[in-house]
């Protein structure tokens, strides 16, 4: 069954864990994506950013090992959109998870006030 909401996930991340059982906990139906295993490409980065109505640098993990080995505070204000798209599409890793992203809506990071909303659920 396909739902119209995507939840991707990196299933080790505790925040991801915590996303998971909220939705769950809310009865939403959703499809799991292992960001990681199956990474978003450039195009559907492109298209959940453009969602979003976010700055670009709020789909980066910034706090993750990649990000800071890779010196991206330094390179990231240099590239154009494109090159940060096609980055973004290289490691799952470089992206901030969980990533909720519905017909309307493409949230990053994990506050229940705000995926509330984006799901239009009531808390």
């Known amino acids: 069954m396909t739902?119209?909401?995507?939840?991707?996930e990196y299933p080790k991340c505790?925040?991801?864990q915590k996303a998971r059982k909220w939705l769950d906990a809310q009865g939403v139906a959703y499809d799991a994506r292992?960001?990681?295993?199956?990474n978003p490409s450039a195009d559907e980065l492109r298209r959940w950013h453009e969602?979003?109505?976010?700055?670009?640098k709020r789909f980066f993990n910034t706090s993750g090992m990649l990000y800071r080995e890779l010196e991206l505070s330094k390179k990231l204000?240099?590239?154009?959109?494109a090159a940060q798209y096609d980055l973004l599409a290289?490691?799952?890793?470089l992206v901030k998870?969980?990533?909720?992203?519905?017909?309307?809506?493409?949230?990053?990071g994990f506050k229940e006030g705000i995926w509330a909303e984006a799901l239009g659920v009531a808390l």
């Not at 969980?98 to 990053?108: E, I, Q, W």
Request: aromatic content about 2%; glycine content about 8%; some cysteine.
């Open 3 to 8: 739902s119209d909401i995507l939840f991707l």
């Open 14 to 16: 505790s925040t991801c």
């Open 34 to 38: 292992h960001i990681v295993e199956d």
């Open 51 to 56: 969602l979003s109505g976010l700055p670009l």
């Open 77 to 81: 204000p240099a590239m154009d959109e």
């Open 90 to 93: 290289t490691n799952g890793m």
């Open 97 to 108: 998870r969980p990533l909720l992203v519905t017909g309307a809506a493409a949230v990053p």
